[in-house]
């Protein structure tokens, strides 16, 4: 069992946390993910509008005005059109070691994720093998506009560098739109870690990873996650009638399942199996 069993030294799981309505109705239906703009991410460091500084050509005659008007829309674009999904992951003192010493390492066992984004216990935290992701999102995305990583925590700005200061793009070869939005590309891909794998340290008990897409726009997009699905932890104030519902998905994508209940306040792996071996009729009803 992937969720009970020590975990392999060579494990490569993310977490997922969501409510059981958006699993039913959307991630599990669909079998999609959602990558959503940067700019509806929770963290102020990043959801706030940045203060970019563009190197333009000396010939450009810009006024005060439109100097702060192109770094605003820099700023707008980079956080409108690069889109993310995020997850949790497992901590490395998890490896290799048997439960339920290691289970607080686990990246399904956290309880603040499982307040602000599970519904307060009354959701998921879906399972994912990341490598089997990346796969799923490479295949249908543009290779060169899509990265990837663990997020840094840390209560420290980025420190001015003129070679190398993520807030100073530049702009100096730009003649048209299509110039415009390659040296932003250009500037994503340089400097995507200081730029979208930063977050304040309160928020570390996350321990998040992320992947990141700069896109033509910034309209969400919804990703086939393939098989890369591993398991479904359910949370303790899930209702009973949502069992079948939720073992019927995971009979369909090959995944195992448990519930995850806390007993004096210590966390507890309940009724794990593997229902695509046995509930396999419930693909037929």
Known sequence: MKLTNPLPLDASYL?????????????????????????????????????????????????????????????????????????????????????????????FVKPNMWHHYAGEHNGLCLMFDSKKLQDAFAKNLDATRLVSGKVVYTNQGSLPHLKGDPFIIDLTSVTSTGDYISAIQTHLNRFFAELFLRKLSDWAHEDEFRWIYFDVNPDPRYLEFGDSLEASVVGEQVEESKSEEILRYCVKYRAEIANLNWHNGYPKVERSGQPYLTHKHLLAT
């Open 15 to 107: 977490y997922h946390y969501t409510t059981t309505t958006t699993a039913l109705d959307y991630i599990l239906k669909n079998g999609t993910l959602k990558f959503n703009s940067f700019s509806k991410v929770n963290d102020p460091r990043e959801r706030k509008e940045w203060d970019m500084s563009p190197f333009v050509r000396l010939n450009a005659n810009l006024s005060l005005e439109q100097y702060d008007a192109i770094s605003r829309e820099v700023s707008d674009i980079l956080k409108s059109n690069a889109k993310l999904v995020c997850f949790s992951r497992d901590k490395n003192e998890a490896k290799g070691n048997w439960q339920p010493d290691a289970r607080f390492g686990r990246g």
